[in-house]
């Protein structure tokens, strides 16, 4: 009897299931208008998704808000210090500082592995709750504006060299990203692409990363005229400085222009840019040999324009340098099999002489970056900015050793190492324990009796001000530094 009472309210309860499903069927499915199988209900379900967040972005804030960092401007300093200690000392995964077998000192005992990566995660620049409204003319770089600003606006109070360079630079990125650009001619060729003015001396004056046609106001000159001059604005007018640009950005009227705010240009351009100048053919050169150059000049405006033949013909403008004077450079003759004098004029000589301040500040900034993965498309950039700024102090550091007279010149590395020691030892508690509990060979051991040495502290270390207080000792000795005191 318990049976049978059991399979009838099974075949009850399936009866009461086929009337209130209807399963789709096969004709609907194909034609993609699948019947909603879900049991019809009475009560509305319109305030179900009440106070749930709509997008992706307002989500992970909900979820990020939850979280309390309790972070300090000298734990954001360490976290700064150890991306220089990685930038120096380089392994093949970011764990290996923290693992057993490859243990790292200076970064592990500073800080822990999960606290470290915590603190990327929840980076940020600026406000989400205070993010603008999504349309075409927003600011694609919003997330890390103020940064850039700051740091733009920094480099614009550096005092100006005479002679000023502006090329492309190439922030390298392997993720995906709508402002990832290509540029064949550079050593990492995807990344996002940054124009930046730099003077002969490595050290940067300016940039702005390229986000589009909406990057620069329209200036009547074309993008690549657009960029000199809106990179070229802080420039002080009137004081001859010279700037000097490959041929994607070079024209005859952005040399006019510029000449019109006082400031003197010179670089490489296309032959379909020269205004069908009378210059003699490539055939004809040829036919020369190797140093020989042709040149006309634009009586209005003092343009000139040169066309010299080396390997191959190259094409020359400037509003301050012509031929002369002629100078002389070493080319190999595969004719004589022998290396020979070639007449060189002076616009050539100005070009290769300062045209290569940009390729060498991103040479500098490639030694010791910070080769940081991350899943947020801007934190490459930050990183990028913080390589900048250390750099650029580099540079400033030499141009006082210089202007003071001396002759010893400190180099980027222990610069580098310097800062990262100073951001994490200076000003901070010296009395902080070891993490994790004492070995079992720590407790047993006993200590030596060999006199314990003591590295020097740097010098941000030493005048900070901070737990720095003179200890009474039993044993009398001497002060490791009183030769610098």
């Known amino acids: 009897m318990v049976e049978k009472e059991d399979a009838a309210e099974i075949s009850a309860i399936r009866e009461e299931q086929e009337t209130e499903y209807e399963f789709p ?54 976290f700064v210090g150890i991306l220089l200690h990685m930038g120096i000392i380089k392994m093949l995964s970011i764990h290996l500082y923290w693992s057993n077998e490859c243990r790292y000192s200076p970064i592990a005992d500073v800080m822990s592995r999960i606290r470290f990566f915590q603190l990327p995660w929840y980076f940020h620049v600026v406000n989400n709750q205070d993010l603008p409204e999504a349309n075409s003319n927003r600011d694609k770089l919003f997330k890390i504006r103020p940064l850039l600003s700051a740091l733009q606006s920094s480099l614009k109070t550096l005092p100006p060299e005479e002679y000023q360079a502006v090329d492309e630079q ?22 996002y692409k940054s124009f930046t003015r730099a003077g002969p ?26 960029i000199v001059l809106a990179l070229t604005e802080t420039l002080p007018e009137k004081q001859h400085f010279k700037v000097f640009a ?12 510029l000449k019109e705010r006082g400031i003197e240009f010179c670089g490489t351009i296309r032959t379909d840019r020269m205004g069908k100048c009378p210059l003699k053919t490539e055939v004809e050169h040829e036919k020369t040999g190797h140093g020989f150059c042709d040149w006309r000049v634009e009586a209005t405006n003092n343009v000139a324009l040169v066309h010299w033949f080396d390997r191959k013909c190259i094409n020359f403008v400037s509003t301050y340098a012509c031929v002369e004077p002629m100078a002389t450079c070493r080319r190999y003759s ?38 940081l993965r991350s899943r947020k498309w801007y934190m490459r950039i930050v990183y990028w900015c913080l390589s900048v700024a250390f750099v650029n102090g580099w540079l400033l550091q030499r141009r006082l050793m210089v202007q003071r007279g001396k002759t010893s010149k400190m180099p980027l590395l222990q610069f580098q190492a310097n800062i990262a020691a100073g951001l994490l030892l200076a000003r901070k508690s010296a009395s902080q324990k ?14 030596a009796a060999k006199r314990t040495v003591c590295a020097a502290p740097v010098m941000d270390e030493r005048f900070d001000g901070f737990e720095h207080f003179a200890d009474m000792v039993e044993k009398k000795g001497r002060c490791k530094e009183s030769n610098s005191l």
Request: glycine fraction near 8%.
């Open 25 to 78: 069927k096969a004709d609907a499915v194909r034609s993609g208008k699948v019947i909603d199988s879900q049991p019809k209900s009475d009560v509305s379900d319109n305030n179900t998704n009440e106070g749930a967040p709509s997008t992706r972005e307002q989500q992970q804030q909900q979820q990020k808000g939850s979280v309390s960092l309790q972070t300090s401007k000298n734990e954001m300093e360490q």
């Open 170 to 191: 190439i922030i390298p990125i392997k993720g995906r990203s709508g402002l990832k650009q290509y540029v064949r001619n550079k050593p990492r060729k995807w990344g």
């Open 201 to 226: 001396s490595d050290m940067m004056y300016d940039f702005e990363i390229y986000v589009g046609k909406n990057t620069w106001s329209d200036r009547g000159l074309g993008l690549t005229g657009d």
């Open 434 to 447: 070891k993490r994790g509990r004492p070995s079992s060979e720590m407790l047993t051991r006993t200590p």
């Open 334 to 371: 595969a004719s004589e099999k022998k290396f020979i004098d070639v007449p060189r004029p002076y616009i050539v000589q100005k070009y290769n002489k300062h045209m290569g301040g940009v390729d060498l500040a991103d040479m500098l900034i490639e030694l010791y970056c910070i080769n």
């Open 246 to 257: 490959d041929s994607w950005f070079s024209s005859i009227p952005l040399a006019i222009a």
